[in-house]
């Protein structure tokens, strides 16, 4: 099992670009989580996805997110346009089906490292 | 509203000395516990959880932690630190009530880093 997958590990762009992160979540898992990792802030849950559909996006900053997933492989996160408070560390998290979660935790993903100049 | 605090940002002990990491929560009702650590550069890792019962939780790694309703505690204990245990620490709470059978709702504390001398 290859755990969940993040890509780019870091993405470094300017003021004003469009970003997107990419997750996979492990084969199998129904729920897939954002969440973001500041210094200040800490880690914030900024959506969550069950069976593809977005079940609490109440953790989104701005209008300038959006999430989608379109497949049981695969989300992404974008941010358009970006700006320098949105540096930060962004980690993609999943679980397994709810019948089973309750002894299973949450997997997380290594991260993308933002940062917007 | 939940919250999570780790009052220690930062703690540095000596290879082979025990370990308290402290957590408290606010929550008004019978919250489900999480301690997760997270190595440089990588995701976070369950270490343990409570849901219910035995309030002396065992995890992975050698690490335990005990459930105190009256403190509104769940502190990360260790009896003999390894150098590997250098990390981040983190406390999370989920809202039992809206567990959703998931553990992503959860409200993470702020971390304590940990250093280990040799």
């Known amino acids: 099992d290859a755990g969940v997958i993040q890509s780019p590990r870091h993405e470094v762009t300017e003021m004003g670009q469009e970003v997107t992160l990419r997750c996979k979540p492990i084969?199998?898992?129904?729920?897939l989580f954002w969440y973001r990792q500041t210094m200040m802030r800490g880690l914030e849950l900024l959506i969550y996805?069950?069976?593809?559909?977005?079940?609490?996006d109440s953790g989104m900053p701005e209008d300038r997110f959006s999430a989608k997933m379109p497949n049981a492989s695969f989300s992404t996160l974008k941010i358009q346009p970006s700006e320098p408070r949105d540096s930060a560390v962004y980690f993609c998290?999943?679980?397994?089906?709810?019948?089973?979660?309750?002894?299973?935790?949450?997997?997380f993903g290594n991260g993308t490292r933002l940062t917007v100049t | 509203a939940q919250s999570v605090t780790q009052p220690d940002i930062h703690i540095t002990v000596s290879e082979g000395a025990s370990l308290e990491l402290r957590c408290n929560y606010s929550?008004?009702?019978?919250?489900?516990l999480f301690w997760y650590v997270q190595s440089p550069g990588q995701g976070l890792q369950l270490l343990l959880k409570?849901?219910?019962?035995?309030?002396l939780v065992q995890g992975i790694k050698g690490f335990e932690a005990e459930f105190k309703r009256s403190q509104s505690s769940f502190n990360l204990r260790k009896p003999s630190v390894h150098w590997s245990d250098a990390a981040e620490y983190f406390c999370?709470?989920?809202?039992?009530?809206?567990?959703?059978?998931?553990?992503?709702?959860?409200?993470f504390g702020k971390g304590t880093k940990l250093s280990v001398k040799p």
């Open positions: 998290a999943s679980s397994l089906p709810p019948q089973s979660s309750y002894n299973s935790p949450l997997h």
């Open positions: 084969s199998g898992h129904d729920y």
């Open positions: 996805f069950n069976n593809n559909v977005p079940i609490d």
């Open positions: 929550y008004g009702a019978t919250p489900y």
């Open positions: 409570y849901f219910s019962g035995d309030t």
């Open positions: 999370a709470v989920s809202d039992q009530r809206n567990y959703g059978g998931s553990q992503g709702n959860l409200i």
